[in-house]
Nanobody, 125 residues
Framework: QVQLVESGGGLVQAGGSLRLSCAAS????????MGWFRQAPGKERDFVAT????????YYVDSEKGRFTISRDNSKNTVYLQMNSLKPEDTAVYYC??????????????????WGQGTQVTVSS
């Protein structure tokens, strides 16, 4: 049974930092490209970042480049999202997900097959 369990969310003031974690089990983590998405109230779920399984290459939504960093620890089957200089507009539920194989668009949530339950991030002004 595949499980993705996010943690690390919470309430933080604007300008602060949070580190989200996503612990994976039941899937070949070392061979899995992993991504983070977020969904604000009343909005669609949007791509944030992804990290490939093969080279560890990272990709970000343009608006978050320089503030967010995705990383992975294959020995712990865990992917991380370090978020710095947080803004109120970063408030959302953050989800990690496993990308399906093949050369598909990493920004499209339909190309991810397993999802965590999400962790709430709230940034106060």
């Amino acid at each position: 049974q595949v499980q993705l369990v996010e943690s690390g969310g919470g309430l933080v003031q604007a300008g602060g930092s949070l580190r989200l974690s996503c612990a994976a089990s039941g899937l070949p983590f070392r061979a899995s490209t992993m991504g983070w998405f977020r969904q604000a109230p009343g909005k669609e779920r949007d791509f944030v970042a992804t990290i490939t399984w093969s080279s560890g290459s990272t990709y970000y939504v343009d608006s978050e480049k320089g503030r967010f960093t995705i990383s992975r620890d294959n020995s712990k089957n865990t992917v991380y999202l370090q978020m710095n200089s947080l803004k109120p507009e970063d408030t959302a539920v953050y989800y990690c997900a496993r990308k399906m194989g093949g050369y598909s668009d990493y920004r499209d949530l339909n190309n991810y097959d397993y999802w965590g339950q999400g962790t709430q991030v709230t940034v106060s002004s």
